[in-house]
Protein backbone atom coordinates (compact mmCIF):
# COMPACT_ATOMS: atom_id res chain seq x y z
CA UNK A 1 0.00 0.00 0.00
CA UNK A 2 1.24 3.71 -1.03
CA UNK A 3 1.81 5.67 1.47
CA UNK A 4 3.11 9.53 1.10
CA UNK A 5 4.75 12.01 3.55
CA UNK A 6 4.93 15.66 3.28
CA UNK A 7 7.78 17.36 5.11
CA UNK A 8 7.28 20.40 6.15
CA UNK A 9 3.64 20.37 7.41
CA UNK A 10 3.19 24.12 7.33
CA UNK A 11 5.64 26.80 5.81
CA UNK A 12 5.52 30.24 7.17
CA UNK A 13 7.94 32.72 4.76
CA UNK A 14 8.68 36.33 3.78
CA UNK A 15 8.13 37.23 0.04
CA UNK A 16 10.78 36.61 -2.21
CA UNK A 17 11.91 33.80 -0.55
CA UNK A 18 13.34 30.30 -2.31
CA UNK A 19 11.27 27.31 -1.03
CA UNK A 20 11.53 23.84 -0.62
CA UNK A 21 9.16 21.29 -0.18
CA UNK A 22 9.24 17.66 -0.03
CA UNK A 23 7.15 14.42 -0.49
CA UNK A 24 8.38 10.65 0.33
CA UNK A 25 6.15 7.55 -0.87
CA UNK A 26 6.54 3.85 0.01
CA UNK A 27 6.13 2.00 -3.09
CA UNK A 28 8.88 3.09 -5.98
CA UNK A 29 6.78 1.18 -8.98
CA UNK A 30 5.02 4.53 -9.67
CA UNK A 31 4.37 5.82 -13.61
CA UNK A 32 4.71 9.33 -12.35
CA UNK A 33 4.26 12.10 -9.86
CA UNK A 34 1.84 15.11 -9.97
CA UNK A 35 1.87 18.04 -7.63
CA UNK A 36 -1.41 19.77 -6.91
CA UNK A 37 -1.77 23.02 -5.55
CA UNK A 38 -5.14 23.10 -3.14
CA UNK A 39 -6.45 27.03 -2.32
CA UNK A 40 -8.44 26.98 1.18
CA UNK A 41 -12.44 25.22 0.28
CA UNK A 42 -10.96 24.76 -3.68
CA UNK A 43 -10.38 21.77 -5.86
CA UNK A 44 -7.21 20.76 -7.20
CA UNK A 45 -4.95 22.52 -9.55
CA UNK A 46 -2.18 20.31 -11.16
CA UNK A 47 1.22 22.43 -11.37
CA UNK A 48 3.19 19.66 -12.32
CA UNK A 49 3.57 16.11 -13.79
CA UNK A 50 6.91 13.92 -13.85
CA UNK A 51 7.15 10.77 -16.06
CA UNK A 52 8.99 7.92 -14.08
CA UNK A 53 11.50 8.33 -16.78
CA UNK A 54 11.77 11.82 -15.96
CA UNK A 55 14.04 13.67 -13.48
CA UNK A 56 12.79 16.94 -13.70
CA UNK A 57 9.92 19.45 -15.20
CA UNK A 58 9.90 22.94 -14.75
CA UNK A 59 6.84 25.55 -15.18
CA UNK A 60 7.91 28.97 -14.29
CA UNK A 61 9.07 29.54 -10.69
CA UNK A 62 8.36 26.35 -9.73
CA UNK A 63 10.38 23.08 -10.49
CA UNK A 64 10.01 19.23 -9.14
CA UNK A 65 12.27 16.98 -9.43
CA UNK A 66 12.16 12.71 -8.90
CA UNK A 67 14.25 10.20 -7.50
CA UNK A 68 12.10 7.16 -7.95
CA UNK A 69 14.89 4.66 -6.55
CA UNK A 70 14.66 6.38 -3.32
CA UNK A 71 10.88 7.21 -3.30
CA UNK A 72 11.17 10.92 -3.20
CA UNK A 73 9.81 14.30 -4.79
CA UNK A 74 10.60 17.59 -4.43
CA UNK A 75 9.12 20.80 -5.41
CA UNK A 76 11.08 24.07 -5.73
CA UNK A 77 9.26 27.75 -5.55
CA UNK A 78 11.48 30.11 -6.57
CA UNK A 79 10.79 33.91 -5.88
CA UNK A 80 8.10 32.92 -3.65
CA UNK A 81 5.09 35.76 -3.98
CA UNK A 82 1.83 35.99 -1.37
CA UNK A 83 -0.22 34.52 -3.90
CA UNK A 84 2.00 31.13 -3.49
CA UNK A 85 0.20 31.27 -0.51
CA UNK A 86 -1.72 27.61 -0.65
CA UNK A 87 -1.45 24.03 0.41
CA UNK A 88 0.49 22.13 -1.95
CA UNK A 89 0.02 18.25 -2.27
CA UNK A 90 2.04 15.30 -3.96
CA UNK A 91 0.37 12.21 -5.48
CA UNK A 92 2.46 9.61 -7.04
CA UNK A 93 0.29 7.24 -9.39
CA UNK A 94 0.96 3.51 -9.36
CA UNK A 95 -0.82 2.94 -13.06
CA UNK A 96 -4.32 2.06 -13.49
CA UNK A 97 -5.29 2.19 -10.03
CA UNK A 98 -5.29 5.67 -7.98
CA UNK A 99 -3.81 8.80 -6.57
CA UNK A 100 -2.29 8.69 -3.15
CA UNK A 101 -2.34 11.56 -1.16
CA UNK A 102 -0.30 12.69 1.79
CA UNK A 103 -1.66 15.59 4.02
CA UNK A 104 0.41 17.98 2.14
CA UNK A 105 2.15 21.19 3.18
CA UNK A 106 0.61 24.16 3.98
CA UNK A 107 1.89 27.52 3.08
CA UNK A 108 2.11 31.53 3.96
CA UNK A 109 3.84 33.84 2.16
CA UNK A 110 3.91 37.13 3.39
CA UNK A 111 4.33 40.52 1.81
CA UNK B 1 -11.45 22.94 -23.20
CA UNK B 2 -14.01 22.59 -20.23
CA UNK B 3 -12.16 21.65 -17.12
CA UNK B 4 -13.76 18.75 -14.46
CA UNK B 5 -17.48 20.08 -13.87
CA UNK B 6 -18.69 19.39 -10.56
CA UNK B 7 -22.92 20.14 -8.73
CA UNK B 8 -23.72 21.17 -6.97
CA UNK B 9 -20.81 23.11 -4.89
CA UNK B 10 -22.10 23.32 -1.27
CA UNK B 11 -25.14 20.73 -0.43
CA UNK B 12 -26.28 20.80 3.33
CA UNK B 13 -28.23 17.15 4.26
CA UNK B 14 -29.56 16.34 7.42
CA UNK B 15 -28.68 13.06 9.05
CA UNK B 16 -30.14 9.66 7.62
CA UNK B 17 -30.83 11.39 4.74
CA UNK B 18 -29.35 10.29 0.85
CA UNK B 19 -27.04 12.36 -1.26
CA UNK B 20 -26.66 12.74 -5.04
CA UNK B 21 -23.08 14.41 -6.66
CA UNK B 22 -22.36 15.30 -10.27
CA UNK B 23 -19.70 15.43 -12.16
CA UNK B 24 -18.89 15.72 -15.71
CA UNK B 25 -15.13 15.05 -16.96
CA UNK B 26 -12.73 16.97 -19.20
CA UNK B 27 -13.03 16.53 -22.75
CA UNK B 28 -11.69 13.66 -24.11
CA UNK B 29 -11.13 11.62 -20.67
CA UNK B 30 -12.95 8.36 -20.21
CA UNK B 31 -12.44 7.44 -16.49
CA UNK B 32 -13.58 9.04 -13.53
CA UNK B 33 -12.50 9.02 -9.88
CA UNK B 34 -13.96 10.26 -6.64
CA UNK B 35 -12.10 11.38 -3.44
CA UNK B 36 -13.49 12.05 -0.06
CA UNK B 37 -10.95 14.73 1.39
CA UNK B 38 -12.05 15.93 5.68
CA UNK B 39 -10.98 18.96 6.68
CA UNK B 40 -7.18 19.40 7.20
CA UNK B 41 -6.39 15.92 5.66
CA UNK B 42 -5.73 14.72 2.01
CA UNK B 43 -8.07 13.62 -0.47
CA UNK B 44 -9.20 9.96 0.21
CA UNK B 45 -9.57 7.95 -2.58
CA UNK B 46 -13.94 6.27 -2.79
CA UNK B 47 -14.00 4.41 -5.88
CA UNK B 48 -12.61 4.92 -10.02
CA UNK B 49 -15.38 3.98 -12.75
CA UNK B 50 -14.32 3.16 -16.76
CA UNK B 51 -16.98 1.95 -18.84
CA UNK B 52 -19.40 2.29 -16.96
CA UNK B 53 -18.19 -0.42 -13.83
CA UNK B 54 -16.66 0.33 -10.68
CA UNK B 55 -12.79 -0.67 -11.11
CA UNK B 56 -11.22 0.09 -8.25
CA UNK B 57 -12.61 0.84 -4.91
CA UNK B 58 -11.00 2.50 -1.32
CA UNK B 59 -11.96 1.64 2.14
CA UNK B 60 -15.34 3.42 2.03
CA UNK B 61 -18.67 1.13 2.90
CA UNK B 62 -21.16 0.46 0.92
CA UNK B 63 -23.13 3.24 1.49
CA UNK B 64 -21.25 5.17 -0.59
CA UNK B 65 -22.04 3.82 -4.40
CA UNK B 66 -21.85 5.31 -7.74
CA UNK B 67 -22.56 5.26 -11.61
CA UNK B 68 -20.67 6.16 -14.71
CA UNK B 69 -23.27 7.27 -18.03
CA UNK B 70 -22.35 6.38 -21.72
CA UNK B 71 -21.46 10.48 -22.02
CA UNK B 72 -18.47 9.46 -19.34
CA UNK B 73 -20.12 11.41 -16.83
CA UNK B 74 -20.62 10.24 -13.12
CA UNK B 75 -22.61 9.89 -9.89
CA UNK B 76 -21.95 10.02 -6.27
CA UNK B 77 -24.31 8.48 -4.02
CA UNK B 78 -24.10 8.45 0.07
CA UNK B 79 -27.01 7.04 1.50
CA UNK B 80 -27.88 7.05 5.52
CA UNK B 81 -25.55 10.23 5.52
CA UNK B 82 -23.44 10.42 8.75
CA UNK B 83 -22.00 13.64 10.64
CA UNK B 84 -18.43 11.97 9.71
CA UNK B 85 -19.11 12.28 5.89
CA UNK B 86 -19.11 15.66 5.95
CA UNK B 87 -15.95 16.59 4.09
CA UNK B 88 -15.18 17.99 0.13
CA UNK B 89 -15.86 15.62 -2.37
CA UNK B 90 -13.45 15.72 -5.26
CA UNK B 91 -13.72 13.96 -8.81
CA UNK B 92 -11.31 13.38 -11.12
CA UNK B 93 -10.99 12.60 -14.66
CA UNK B 94 -8.26 10.98 -16.66
CA UNK B 95 -7.24 8.22 -19.37
CA UNK B 96 -7.73 5.35 -19.00
CA UNK B 97 -5.25 3.65 -21.39
CA UNK B 98 -2.22 5.82 -20.54
CA UNK B 99 -0.85 7.70 -17.23
CA UNK B 100 1.00 10.32 -19.66
CA UNK B 101 -1.49 12.60 -18.68
CA UNK B 102 -2.11 12.59 -15.27
CA UNK B 103 -4.91 13.55 -13.69
CA UNK B 104 -7.74 17.01 -13.84
CA UNK B 105 -9.49 17.63 -10.72
CA UNK B 106 -13.18 19.57 -10.44
CA UNK B 107 -13.88 22.50 -7.68
CA UNK B 108 -15.48 20.06 -5.30
CA UNK B 109 -18.94 19.78 -3.36
CA UNK B 110 -18.74 20.81 -0.24
CA UNK B 111 -20.90 18.20 1.75
CA UNK B 112 -22.50 19.52 5.23
CA UNK B 113 -24.40 16.63 7.15
CA UNK B 114 -26.43 18.42 10.09
Known amino acids: KQEVTQIPAALSVPEGENLVLNCSFTDSAIYNLQWFRQDPGKGLTSLLLIQSSQREQTSGRLNASLDKSSGRSTLYIAASQPGDSATYLC??????????FGKGTMLLVSP | DAGVTQSPTHLIKTRGQQVTLRCSPKSGHDTVSWYQQALGQGPQFIFQYYEEEERQRGNFPDRFSGHQFPNYSSELNVNALLLGDSALYLC?????????????FGSGTRLTVV
Open chain 1, 91 to 100: APNSGYSTLT
Open chain 2, 92 to 104: ASSYWESSLYGYT
